[in-house]
């Protein structure tokens, strides 16, 4: 039986993760931040080839700008993966969120295929023209940003890309009041990791609890 919230457990084990290699803080850490987004990022290299990749360590910041960071990684060698290397100062890039139904191609596109090659091509994934951005999206994503980039910082090996999101297409049937901005979040059928490399979870099976004011905290403490 879990604990109670008002009765904590009394006992807990701590992990110094300034003493652990990279691999532990990993495993450590994406089995404990879950359910995480996933930003499916497409991206136009060299000669306006699109590079299609996803990153779980992604998440919305903010909606005054609306800001969306995601952190793409380095190679094995040490290089920068090609989204990283793709998104100049000021650059555009497209996240496309991952349905249920894309989950196997989406995990198929983190596959290290060669610099400069065209996974989206490869793995029969349409794309079509961004409506604000020069880059395309996923087409069968039910819901894609439209970014710019804003700023990029670098802290030791992790780097952590800021897109400012001037753009957002949904998938019509989604919107149940396009002029009062309802959205009905679970036909998204949005997809989100757990743990390592390969767990996932669905977010069909959410859940609401009605925010208090304090007046009515007040009164239910009695």
């Known amino acids: ?3 109670s919230p008002r009765t904590p457990p009394t006992e807990f084990r701590h992990f110094d993760l300034t003493a652990l290699p990279n691999a532990a803080r990993y495993k450590l850490l994406t089995a404990t931040v879950v359910p995480r987004p996933i930003a499916w990022v497409c991206t136009l290299g060299d000669g306006g080839v699109p590079n299609l990749a996803p990153y779980s ?3 919305l910041m903010g909606s005054d700008p609306p800001i969306v960071a995601f952190a793409p990684g380095d190679r094995a060698d040490g290089t920068p993966k090609d989204t990283a290397l793709n998104i100049a100062p000021g650059g555009e890039f497209s996240v496309n ?3 249920a ?3 196997q191609v989406m995990s ?3 596959t290290d295929f060669p610099h400069g090659m065209a996974e989206a091509a490869k793995l029969g994934i349409e794309l079509e023209p961004g409506s604000r951005i020069a880059v395309p999206r996923v087409r069968a994503s039910p819901a894609t940003l439209e970014c710019v980039e804003v700023q990029t910082l670098q802290i030791g090996k992790t780097r952590i ?7 957002l297409s949904l998938r019509a049937d989604a919107v149940l009041d396009e002029e009062k901005h309802y ?3 679970a036909a998204l059928d949005l997809i989100g990791r757990m743990g390592g490399r390969g767990g996932y979870t669905h977010t069909r099976d959410g859940f609401e609890i009605a925010r208090m004011t304090y007046a009515e905290w007040v009164e239910r403490e009695g």
Not at 161 to 167: C, E, K, T, Y
């Open 1 to 3: 039986m879990a604990p």
């Open 57 to 59: 360590f992604f998440g």
């Open 97 to 99: 969120l991952v349905s």
């Open 101 to 103: 139904a894309l989950a």
């Open 108 to 110: 198929d596109s983190a």
């Open 161 to 167: 890309i800021l897109g400012q999101v001037i753009g």
């Open 183 to 185: 959205v009905d979040t």
